[in-house]
């Protein structure tokens, strides 16, 4: 399978837990980001990642959302300390650069916060 | 003001029909534009991209772009019931900038 792969596919923790999710992007893609949604919105975004630098991270993200892309390859998400309006599906996408922009996304991972 | 505005709908056609879904975006200095299709409990998936002013067409698909009224559609012949789901847009503004979501428009096909 060459799409975006993602792990788990579903996570539940009781509050205050630490979660980390993983993220396989598309071989050739350099670029992955990293998205929340909720029921009934649009993806909102995270942050995302040209190779192994950080571009950008959401204004929105509290301090105790961390990911990486050590090597520029696989990424994680971390989330620490969590509550339960982290409860969401978390997905990633992974695209090309300029001229091959399109994004595909993997399954996501559903967090529940208990 | 958003960066990325759908009607959130839902849009009601009968089978058959032609669906027109529409997207308007803040930067004007956009370059890339997608539709992407979600089902219930799915990630989303990408159906069609656009580049440049115009239509673009895939099957029963067609894209349409207006970059001078900042404006993006999706327009879909011979609606199916399978074709009920939320379809999202989405906007990259090129260079570093990351692709940014509206938050979709849900169309229900009548049989």
């Known amino acids: 399978d060459t799409g975006v792969s993602q792990n788990p596919r579903h996570k539940i923790t009781k509050r205050g837990q630490n979660v980390t999710f993983r993220c396989d992007p598309i071989?050739?893609?350099?670029?992955l980001y990293w998205y929340r949604q909720t029921l009934g919105q649009g993806p909102e975004f995270l942050t995302y990642?040209?190779?192994?630098?950080?571009?950008?991270k959401s204004r929105l993200l509290s301090d105790r959302f961390s990911a990486e892309r050590p090597k520029g390859s696989f990424s994680t998400l971390e989330i620490q300390r969590t509550e339960q309006g982290d409860s969401a599906m978390y997905l990633c996408?992974?695209?090309?650069?300029?001229?091959?922009?399109?994004?595909?996304f993997g399954q996501g991972t559903r967090l529940t916060v208990v | 003001q958003k960066e990325v505005e759908q009607n959130s709908g839902p849009l009601s056609v009968p089978e058959g029909a032609i669906a027109s879904l529409n997207c308007t975006y803040s930067?004007?200095?956009?370059?890339?534009f997608f539709w992407y299709r979600q089902y219930s409990g799915k990630s989303p998936e990408l159906i069609m991209f656009i580049y440049s002013n115009g239509d673009k067409e895939d099957g029963r698909f067609t894209a349409q772009l207006n970059k001078a009224s900042q404006y993006v559609s999706l327009l879909i012949r011979d609606s199916q019931p399978s074709d009920s789901a939320t379809y999202l847009c989405?906007?990259?503004?090129?260079?570093?900038?990351?692709?940014?979501f509206g938050t979709g428009t849900k169309l229900q096909v009548i049989p």
């Open positions: 930067d004007r200095g956009s370059q890339s």
């Open positions: 996408a992974s695209s090309g650069e300029v001229g091959n922009t399109e994004a595909f």
């Open positions: 989405a906007v990259n503004a090129g260079g570093y900038q990351k692709v940014t």
């Open positions: 071989s050739e893609h350099n670029r």
């Open positions: 990642f040209q190779n192994e630098a950080q571009l950008e």
